[in-house]
């Protein structure tokens, strides 16, 4: 089936520090991809999202680009900040079906000054 | 910004306790999902719904039910509370048409003692 897989934290920063978070999937087809980060004592938000092979997702200086080849979806932020200490979540929605969000694991971020 | 309410936000209740954990949303979407969050942040989905008296089992199995009579309401029923209940449940609401992208309730802390 379906799956995500991204690195495992903690992740530890100092503030203007260049942050990657690695994610890779496994899916038939070709899923639309996202990344979510949850503050503490929060749901879920949105962060990003792209829909097909080559797009770039973007949103509050964070990037990811969907790359077929590698079957990747890498979080980039080229300066971190303190309140950007968060978990993050990257997720798949297969196009094979009527499924749910497949996510991976989180990854928690935190950011120092 | 999506409107997707829970309530309530924590709950300490004693074993053998009754509880129902409440979801709504004001955006008419026909799919709604709770997650089950551990300590660890790793997200399992317990139950999900793609409309009015439609009802799924998630991933991971849970002793809760929940019932979909109306479009914006989805709540999550635990008929006898044990202290193995003891998480963080998210209820989620997503978009008609793709890419089916969630939006998150603000999540209801239960704590079982």
């Known amino acids: 089936g379906d799956s995500v897989t991204q690195m495992e934290g903690p992740v530890t920063l100092s503030e203007e520090a260049f942050l990657t978070i690695n994610c890779t999937y496994t899916?038939?087809?070709?899923?639309?991809l996202f990344w979510y980060v949850q503050y503490p004592g929060e749901g879920l938000q949105l962060l990003l999202k792209a829909t097909k092979a080559d797009d770039k997702g973007s949103n509050k200086g964070f990037e990811a680009t969907y790359r077929k080849e590698t079957t990747s979806f890498h979080l980039e932020k080229g300066s971190v900040q303190v309140s950007d200490s968060a978990v993050y979540f990257c997720a798949l929605r297969s196009n094979s079906g009527n499924t749910p969000l497949v996510f991976g694991k989180g990854t928690r971020l935190s950011v120092i000054a | 910004e999506a409107d997707i309410y829970q309530t309530p936000r924590y709950l300490v209740i004693g074993t053998g306790k009754k509880i129902t954990l409440e979801c709504s949303q004001t955006?008419?979407?026909?799919?709604m999902y709770w997650y089950q969050q551990d300590p660890g942040m790793e997200l399992h989905l317990i139950h999900y719904s793609y409309g009015v008296n439609s009802t799924e089992k998630g991933d991971l199995s849970s002793e809760s039910t929940v019932s979909r009579i109306r479009t914006e309401h989805f709540p999550l029923t635990l008929e006898s509370a044990r202290p193995s209940h003891t998480s963080q449940y998210l209820c989620?609401?997503?978009?008609?048409?793709?890419?089916?992208?969630?939006?998150f309730g603000p999540g209801t802390r239960l704590t079982v003692t």
């Open positions: 989620a609401s997503s978009v008609p048409g793709g890419p089916y992208e969630q939006y």
């Open positions: 955006m008419g979407h026909d799919k």
């Open positions: 899916a038939t087809g070709y899923p639309s």
